[in-house]
């Protein structure tokens, strides 16, 4: 069968390789549809510090059953997306109940081979169906990241909401909040995403790029500053901004890495008694939450796909995505 192999940084290629066999406990599947996110990217770029070549990248799937096994509630022709990530089970975090912060987690594409090739196998717990088409499905594991920052956030319709970048996990992070009722703030410097945002859930949107960010939030918020920030982006200058713009007694929540050390003042840290979180990955509730999303049609789908290609054209879009990545929002690769 046909898969997509980075053999290194720069180097992606169609291959040949062996077909999957199924598991116990397992089905196997056809790959559908691949959503490109910007982990597939930095490993594209060899920036991934988690990911050893050659590597078959690929994690946001929407696949149809071909083989159930024993497994007769999941009969041939369903429709799936899935859960790519494996915990240990042992360690401090899966003890907790929290394997989505698993010390050594492997998720699909980055710590093992990933599903942007023409079958998978995959463990029976980890697939969700739902009444949504491929494209849908391709987008439920992206948007579950922004929605479990929303969770870890703990935010409730009463809360205002500001949410630092209007890409692919921020637009989840603004369809989670919007739809437990939040008013949402988007914050981009681009104004194609932030109308995007807008049909996510969006009331208001900030180009900080064009207008002063403090100024416009202390206007939105009768100078309090919002009740919680979520942080999509990954820039030292956006991890700062969040803490200072928070609203005293709010909540920070970190979804992006920033790729070099960050220097605070730390005062506003405790002047402000600030509740401040990392969120990682994501739950099997978020994925049940988004579907819900998803199947209410409250996310603008058509408009936050920019770009489609078919299985052989994903190393040149690698390479476009590379060179010029204010182009796009979301990728999605036809596979079958």
């Known amino acids: 069968m046909k898969a997509i192999v980075l053999e290194?940084?720069?180097?992606a290629d169609v291959q040949e390789v062996a077909e999957p066999r199924r598991g116990e406990g397992e089905l196997?599947?056809?790959?559908r549809k691949i959503g490109?996110?910007?982990?597939d990217l930095n490993s594209y770029r060899g920036r991934n510090p988690?990911?050893?070549y050659p590597r078959i990248p690929g994690h946001e799937i929407a696949a149809t059953v071909v083989d159930g096994g024993s497994h007769a509630e999941w009969p041939v022709g369903t429709n799936v997306t899935l859960s790519p990530y494996r915990g240990c089970g042992i360690c401090a975090a899966c003890e907790r109940g929290r394997p989505n912060a698993c010390k050594d987690n492997e998720t699909l594409g980055v710590q093992r081979d990933g599903a942007l090739t023409e079958f998978i196998s995959a463990p029976v717990e980890k697939l969700f169906r739902a009444d949504l088409s491929l494209k849908e499905l391709c987008l439920v594991e992206p948007l579950t990241v922004g929605f479990?920052?929303?969770g870890r956030g703990r935010v409730t319709a009463v809360d205002t909401v500001a949410v630092f970048g209007c890409g692919g996990v921020g637009l989840g992070a603004i369809a989670g909040?919007?739809?437990r009722g939040a008013r949402v703030i988007g914050i981009d410097v681009d104004d194609v995403k932030l109308e995007t945002a807008r049909g996510a859930g969006a009331a208001e949107g900030?180009?900080?790029k064009a207008s002063d960010l403090h100024e416009r939030?202390?206007?939105?918020?009768?100078?309090?500053?919002p009740d919680v920030v979520i942080e999509a982006i990954g820039l030292p200058a956006t991890y700062r901004a969040a803490v200072d713009e928070v609203a005293y007694a709010g909540r920070v929540v970190y979804i992006g890495w920033a790729k070099e050390p960050v220097a605070y003042e730390t005062r506003p840290f405790v002047h402000k008694e600030l509740d401040i979180m990392g969120s990682r990955n994501a739950m099997p509730e978020d994925f049940r939450e988004v579907i819900r999303m998803l199947e209410a049609k409250r996310f603008p789908v058509e408009e936050a796909v920019t770009h489609t290609v078919r299985l052989h054209q994903t190393p040149s879009i690698l390479e476009a995505w590379n060179r010029e990545p204010e182009r796009f929002t979301k990728i999605m690769v036809d596979v079958s």
Not at 36 to 39: D, E, Q, T, Y
Not at 219 to 225: F, K
């Open 8 to 11: 290194g940084p720069g180097k």
């Open 148 to 150: 479990h920052a929303v």
């Open 28 to 31: 196997l599947l056809r790959v």
């Open 206 to 208: 900030v180009n900080s």
């Open 217 to 225: 939030l202390a206007e939105l918020t009768d100078g309090r500053g």
């Open 36 to 39: 490109l996110c910007g982990s």
């Open 177 to 179: 909040a919007a739809f």
């Open 50 to 52: 988690l990911v050893s």
